[in-house]
């Protein structure tokens, strides 16, 4: 077998997990092998919290994680890989570990001794604050009531299956005065919300921020990571979270230096407009700006117009105060701020009001901490992007429109003079200095903590007009993209990033791809999904609230058909579950309301996966052509367009998933690793998806780096039905959109496409050719989707 390529030319995801480890991957091998994907993308490899399902919860980065086979395991499977051709890609977690001393050896010697042990440059903590001692946030009460679980045991402090080391020679002291010698202090878990005091993961207390811009901090958590590098055992990677980062374009340069100019690829949510650093020294991003273009080529946006008002009509006063997208992002950001990152806001505040007070700029002097903590507040919840990168990049996030919006929070004019501070700063105004550089850092990683938990997490799950335009990277207040914006997106991606990864499905995402493909049709039918719904509710009790039984209704239509009705309705009521959890609205992982979940529960059991969604499932069945052209459609757009496909486990067949941890069930695999699922054939969405990624393998230059993208102009009454365009002169991918729309405007009738110069032949038809200007009805005669390759002359 050849080498895998330097750069891949599809990769296919895997989640690693105890039930799912190398050895089953091996297995799995040759079966991937004959996907003709190059390699294969593995979930973190190194050792994480014991049972872990995702791997992102890293305790020791110097070691392959033991529960998943080890170090010879891995190397194990990259010899299988290469053997059959393909090279291995590695997610990567630099930016935090796991908040878990027992298993953590690194964060086991900080709490041991202090901010002078020689790895207590590794963690994110502001010694300063809570009086020198780093707050453990894991007592399930206020210490009074949970001191007689507090016991030592010899060198360890015990607290259920908690320990922590003990500070040399105070294990005889009397609980009062051993838990104040020691270099923490254990708390009840509420407290993070308001005193926490080390970085973490968005508002993950378990996970601890890693100060990987470090040079030392980097090499020792990087050792392991580069050593499989250059030995050949991987070929690439993915960053995990790089906005986390103190500076992500220094990390990236450094990481680039150390592994030669690998292939990397960094989880970066870009927002609709926003472009990626080009100083960045990386591929591109996994893809979730990918996944946008490519989900709202399926969106009619006029009919997600009357989706929206009629989800307005269903849901009110439910609605987040009438459901506009711009207001409940902008309240989910104040609420965020002020709740679960308070502790983040707390510390950006404190370091601005020391710089303030310090300063030698007159300017800056007499600023008292609440005004600044109103401008901080003011101004990140205008953010309209995860962050700024430096002084410059702050102008163009930081607007002048947004700080005059900003100002208008305060009663007395002078006291608005902290907004221009505040921007000031962040301008690079007053200066470069630690202490400038210490604010400006610490505003951009609460911007991106803000960012990510305000609209993935929460607005996403206020919003719902339509489920499958609340995605990651998503814009759900103007979802829908045409031909001509994605024939624009995809020149610029050929252009500027052309080996970048792009995506459909991901561990990370809301709903699978085909679950949103699936619900895209609801643009092209709102009114009549409107009427479904409103017999389908009649006489269902109790209803919780609108926006939840809205959100119910679309996510069993879209999940459809899953197997055994219990595990259908279990599937769907726990994503219900997390989905008002994540919302705030009612209830909340902190603030479970019991009453409200229950009755979420028997909604679930009682409507949507009771007699009367038997409605709703007519309604899919009516619609499944139109699904299904969905289906084919992003998978063939997504396997052929720029950039380099990513698989998820699976979704080579039909992949129905919601949210995590629905997403993240170990693959299934024949016997001899085949993908068999007892299916007795290989379904419409496989064939397509391996006629695409053969001809990538055998044609790698006409979908390369150095390949070209045309776009292809219908013409003809249903032309916006049609998405096409060339790659390098050689492949023609074609496909229906709105097809819904398109029958009931009467069909193709005379809309034609004219093809490049030269004879065409139907890569999955043999015998099929064209050349010239086809017919629209006999190209898509037999399947919405058309793959085709020019023909030798």
């Known amino acids: 077998m050849p080498p895998a390529p330097a750069v891949p030319t599809a990769t296919y995801r895997l989640q690693l997990q105890p039930d799912f480890p190398f050895s089953a991957a091996t297995t799995a091998v040759p079966h991937l092998a004959a996907l003709n994907i190059s390699h294969l993308h593995l979930s973190p490899v190194l050792e994480a919290v014991p049972g872990s399902r995702h791997g992102y919860d890293v305790v020791d980065p110097t070691r392959v994680r033991e529960e998943l086979g080890g170090e010879e395991g891995l190397r194990e499977l990259s010899r299988t890989a290469r053997d059959h051709g393909l090279g291995l890609i590695l997610d990567i977690v630099p930016n935090h570990m796991a908040m878990s001393p027992r298993h953590n050896p690194a964060l086991w010697e900080v709490l041991r001794d202090g901010p002078s042990s020689p790895r207590a440059r590794w963690f994110d903590i ?113 960053v995990d979270h790089p906005d986390g980062l103190a500076d992500p374009g220094g990390y990236l340069r450094r990481l680039h230096e150390a592994t030669g100019g690998r292939w990397t690829v960094v989880e970066k949510i870009l927002a609709d407009g926003e472009g990626l650093p080009a100083s960045w020294p990386v591929a591109g991003t996994t893809g979730y700006d990918a996944l946008r273009h490519v989900d709202g080529l399926f969106m009619d946006p006029a009919g997600f117009g009357e989706l929206l008002d009629r989800y307005r009509a269903f849901a009110a006063p439910q609605t987040d105060r009438g459901g506009d997208w711009d207001a409940t ?22 370091v601005a009001a020391r710089l303030c007070a310090t300063s030698p700029e007159t300017a800056l002097r007499d600023r008292a901490p609440w005004a600044l903590r109103t401008a901080l507040t003011e101004l990140l919840v205008r953010l309209e992007v995860y962050r700024p990168y430096s002084p410059e990049d702050a102008a163009t996030v930081v607007t002048e429109e947004a700080a005059a919006e900003a100002r208008r929070a305060f009663a007395v004019p002078e006291e608005a003079g902290a907004v221009d501070v505040v ?194 499932a007519e309604l899919r069945e009516a619609l499944e052509p139109h699904i299904r052209a969905n289906v084919l459609g992003a998978a063939l757009v997504h396997l052929t367009m720029p950039g380099v496909p990513d698989l ?39 064939a397509v998806t391996r006629a695409a990624l053969a001809l990538r393998a055998r044609r790698p230059e006409v979908f390369g780096t150095s390949a070209s993208y045309e776009p292809l102009a219908a013409v003809g009454p249903a032309a916006d039905h049609c998405l096409a365009f060339a790659r390098s002169g050689e492949v023609v991918t074609a496909v229906t959109r709105l097809s819904l ?37 006999e190209l898509f005669a037999a399947s919405p989707v058309v793959l085709l390759e020019r023909l030798p002359e």
């Open 741 to 777: 729309r398109l029958a009931e405007s009467g069909g193709w009738r005379d809309t034609r496409l004219p093809l490049p110069r030269g004879r065409w032949a139907d890569v999955r038809e043999p015998g099929r050719e064209f050349e010239r200007e086809v017919r629209a009805a």
């Open 423 to 616: 921007r000031d700063l962040l301008l690079g105004r007053y200066g470069d200095g630690h202490a400038q550089a210490e604010f400006r850092t610490r505003f951009a990683q609460t911007a991106s903590a803000l960012r990510a938990k305000s609209v993935e997490d929460t607005a996403f799950y206020r919003y719902v007009p339509l489920l499958s335009a609340t995605e990651v990277g998503g814009e759900p207040g103007d979802p829908a993209v045409g031909p001509d914006r994605f024939h624009a997106y995809c020149a610029r991606v050929q252009r500027d990033w052309p080996a970048t990864g792009t995506v459909l499905s991901t561990h990370d995402a809301k709903r699978s791809a085909d679950v949103r493909a699936a619900l895209h049709v609801l643009t092209e039918c709102p009114g009549r999904w409107a009427d479904v719904l409103a017999e389908a509710s009649r006489g269902v009790e109790p209803v919780p609230d609108g926006q939840l039984a809205w959100a119910a209704w679309q996510t069993v239509f879209g999940l459809g058909p899953a197997g055994d009705e219990r595990a259908r309705e279990e599937r769907v009521r726990e994503a219900l579950l997390k989905h008002v959890r994540e919302a705030g609205l009612f209830t909340s992982w902190t603030e479970q309301e019991p009453p409200y979940e229950e009755a979420v529960a028997r909604f679930v059991a009682a409507g949507p996966c009771g007699v009367p969604g038997r409605k709703v």
């Open 126 to 238: 502001d010694w300063e604050a809570q009086g020198g001692q780093v707050l453990l946030p894991v007592l399930g009460g206020p210490l009074g009531e949970e001191a007689d679980r507090l016991k030592v045991d010899g060198d360890v402090l015990r607290y259920h299956d908690h320990a922590f080391p003990l500070r040399e020679g105070t294990a005889g002291l009397p609980l009062p005065r051993l838990l104040d010698a020691q270099w923490y202090r254990p708390v009840w878990w509420r407290l993070a919300r308001t005193e926490l005091n080390y970085r973490r993961f968005f508002s993950i207390s378990e996970l601890i921020g890693v100060r990987v811009e470090d040079p030392e901090v980097f090499a020792a958590t990087h050792a392991k990571i580069l050593e499989l590098l250059h030995e050949g055992v991987v070929d690439g990677l993915r």
């Open 648 to 686: 998820y486990q699976g979704t080579e067949r039909e992949y129905r998933a919601l949210v995590d941890p629905d997403n993240r069930t170990p693959p299934r695999f024949g016997e001899n690793g085949d993908g068999g699922d007892g299916g007795g054939g290989r379904s419409e969405k496989e």
């Open 329 to 350: 992002v902008r309240r989910a950001a104040y609420k965020v701020l002020t709740h679960e990152l308070a502790a983040e806001s707390d510390r950006l505040t404190r």
